[in-house]
């Protein structure tokens, strides 16, 4: 199988923000929840729901900062608009 390598017509693809929902296990209290400023909280059973706009760097860094507070990510997910007909 040939390698691909990539170049900078690749590379430098603009990256417009989605909408993101992060689950992870357990109730965050506000003290948690403020290191995601940018983000909504919701409690989804015995979960906390994060949802919120972000492009690809946004995502990185809320990822690192649940990896930071130890928390345990369950699932990440991108939300695809509907379309309206």
Request: one cysteine or more; glycine letters at 8%; hydrophobic letters at 40%.
């Amino acid at each position: 199988m040939p390698s691909h390598h990539a170049n900078c017509e690749h590379a430098c693809v603009h990256q417009m923000p989605d909408l993101y929902s992060i689950r992870i296990s357990g109730h965050l209290g506000p003290i948690a929840l403020a290191a995601f400023p940018s983000m909504v909280s919701q409690l989804k059973g015995s979960d906390t729901l994060l949802t919120g706009v972000l492009d690809r760097s946004a995502l990185y860094g809320v990822l690192a900062e649940i990896e930071t507070l130890g928390l345990d990510l369950l699932e990440v997910r991108r939300l695809v608009p509907r379309r309206i007909e």
